[in-house]
């Protein structure tokens, strides 16, 4: 299994107001902390090193 880099959501404008919504009102300090813990659930949810592993490569390079 890869990572899957092609668009997947089924409704990607309402996952991004999820996302903006949740962190509504946090601080910087509070909205880093909520983003790691949604890293690592999605990282468990996963499950699988060589994707994980994959997934950060990706993100590394699209800085």
Same mark, same amino acid.
């Given at each position: 299994?890869?990572? $899957? *880099?092609? +668009?997947? *959501?089924?409704? +990607? ?8 919504? =949740?962190?509504?009102? *946090?601080?910087? /300090?509070?909205?880093? =902390?909520? $983003?790691?813990?949604?890293? *690592? #659930?999605?990282?468990?949810? #996963?499950?699988?090193? /060589?994707? #994980? ?8 390079? =699209?800085?």
């Amino acid at each position: 299994m890869s990572v $899957n *880099l092609q +668009p997947n *959501l089924t409704a +990607p404008d309402d996952a991004y107001a999820l996302l903006l919504e =949740a962190h509504e009102g *946090l601080s910087k /300090a509070e909205s880093d =902390a909520l $983003n790691a813990r949604l890293i *690592l #659930i999605l990282m468990n949810h #996963i499950g699988e090193m /060589a994707v #994980i592993s994959e997934a950060l490569e990706a993100a590394k390079a =699209a800085r």
